[in-house]
Structures are given as structure tokens and as C-alpha cells.
């Protein structure tokens, strides 16, 4: 399938950011980290987008994002989107403040990449990697949506081509 049919045929699959019926807030909270995951593994901006807020804070290892523009210039747009990838957590942890309209989760994440266009090669090289991600998360009334406001990343193992990232030669 060319890839731009293939791009039109995943989007025939997509859920709304919004589901119905209304999530109660655990799901709810746990759907801005699916909408996430799954806006990566699809490279669907739109609903990468409805799972952060405007000013999210990403710590990918260090590397500091301030802003959901920072985060495509130098993540989704650069990188994302010319991979083919699939993303898996468990282990999800939920803790709601008090206030209701605040929320951490904890999970353990295990995220497989490719070349955009080489994921169903057996012989196309990959980058393999796990470990865990920590976001705090917002209610947006208005939206009806919780976002995410804060998202940190510890890997824990790498396996595989590091330059099927598109960075280069993994540094130690």
C-alpha cells in the first residue's frame, strides 16, 4: 500500500480526543497518555496534540522541552514521523490530588522503532528500548479532556540501531 493511502487508511481508524460515553476520571487520566502514545505510533498530530497542554515541560534524559511547539520542532516533526513505531506501557499508576483536577501517573513503557516505511521488513534494522515515564497531568474543563503538563522519560535498557533514530551513533 503507498504510503499515502496507507496514511489515509490509518486515519479511517482514529477515535475521537473525546470519547463517549464520558470516561470516569481514572480512564479519563489514563487516556491522555493513550492518546499520546497512540498519536506517536500512527503519527496522527491532531491527536498527539489533545493529550498536552500548551506550556508541557518534556525530560527526555535530560533533554528539557518547554512548550508542545518545542516539542514538535524537535521531537514529532523531526523524529516521530519518519519512524514506524509501537509504543507499550503497563504498570500504570494513578494519584489524584485532592483538588480533582490534578493528577501523576507513573507507568513502565517498551517502545520498538523502524524506518519510516520498513516495519514490516524482518530484516530492517530497529531500535529497541524500555523503561519508565512520569507525567503530571491537568483537567481541561473546557476540553473535557485531561492533558499533560509535565512528562519525563527514564530509559532503563536500549537494544538495537540507535541510528534508526535519526540522531546518529549512540554516545556513551
Excluded at 497518555?33 to 496534540?49: I, P
Excluded at 514521523?81 to 480533582?100: P, W
Excluded at 527514564?154 to 554516545?171: A, L, Q, S, T
Amino acid at each position: 500500500m503507498a504510503d499515502a493511502a496507507m496514511a489515509a487508511y490509518d486515519r479511517t481508524m482514529a477515535l475521537p480526543a473525546v470519547l463517549t460515553p464520558a470516561l470516569d476520571t481514572r480512564e479519563a487520566i489514563a487516556d491522555s497518555l493513550h492518546r499520546f502514545m497512540l498519536g506517536m505510533d500512527t503519527n496522527d498530530a491532531e491527536l498527539f496534540d489533545s493529550a498536552f497542554t500548551e506550556d508541557v515541560k518534556w525530560d527526555l534524559f535530560g533533554r528539557q522541552m518547554n512548550s508542545l511547539e518545542e516539542v514538535h520542532i524537535e521531537c514529532f516533526d523531526k523524529t516521530i514521523i519518519k519512524l514506524d513505531t509501537t509504543h507499550y506501557v503497563t504498570s500504570v499508576r494513578i494519584n489524584v490530588a485532592e483538588s480533582g483536577t490534578e493528577a501523576s501517573l507513573s507507568c513502565l513503557y517498551n517502545a520498538k522503532h523502524y524506518r519510516l516505511g520498513t516495519g514490516v521488513d524482518p530484516k530492517a534494522p530497529w531500535f529497541w528500548t524500555g523503561g519508565t515515564y512520569y507525567l503530571e497531568m491537568v483537567k481541561v474543563e473546557s476540553e473535557g479532556l485531561w492533558k499533560i503538563k509535565f512528562y519525563k522519560m527514564r530509559k532503563m535498557w536500549i537494544e538495537g540501531d540507535f541510528e534508526v533514530m535519526g540522531h546518529g551513533p549512540k554516545k556513551d
